[in-house]
């Protein structure tokens, strides 16, 4: 008898993890491609921001070697909210302004590397880093987008 509940407690276990966050349930599929100067952008930031209620969430992704992405909002690509939307892209490297003579002098010295030592680098036109200066606008409809097609300049 044991053995039958807990086979069914798995079981009822199994099927909830199956269906996700409950979260996700208003949710639609917002998923694309991002290029830039006509090629697909690889490991590239998109963040979704509401226009219509900024204190709902919009969701993000990271896009594939292929320039690819699906939205997650609670996880998984589950998508986002029907609605207008505010889009930033971005893609950043992030250096040092050290030489890597003076990283190997701190560490031999063991002395913490000073803060502020870094300097960000756009690899995408900076304007489309933030949801105040992107001219990037989208509309989900009730039914969701899968081929959104974001081409920036």
Known sequence: MNTVMICLMVIVL??????????SRDLVPAAGSVEYQGKP???ATVVFFNKDDPAKPGGSAVTTSDGKFKISLYGDGDGTYPG???????????????????????????????????KTIFLLPEKYASKVT?????????????NIKIELN
């Not at 040092?96 to 030592?117: A, C, F, G, H, V």
């Open 14 to 23: 199994l099927n909830g993890c199956r269906h996700g966050d409950p979260r």
């Open 41 to 43: 952008v690889e490991e």
């Open 84 to 118: 207008n939307y505010v889009v930033s892209v971005s893609k950043i490297e992030v250096k040092s302004k050290l030489t890597d003579e003076q990283i190997l002098d701190y560490e031999r010295n063991n002395k913490d590397i000073p803060e502020n030592n870094t």
């Open 134 to 146: 992107t001219d990037i606008n989208l509309t989900i409809p009730p039914k969701g987008d899968k």
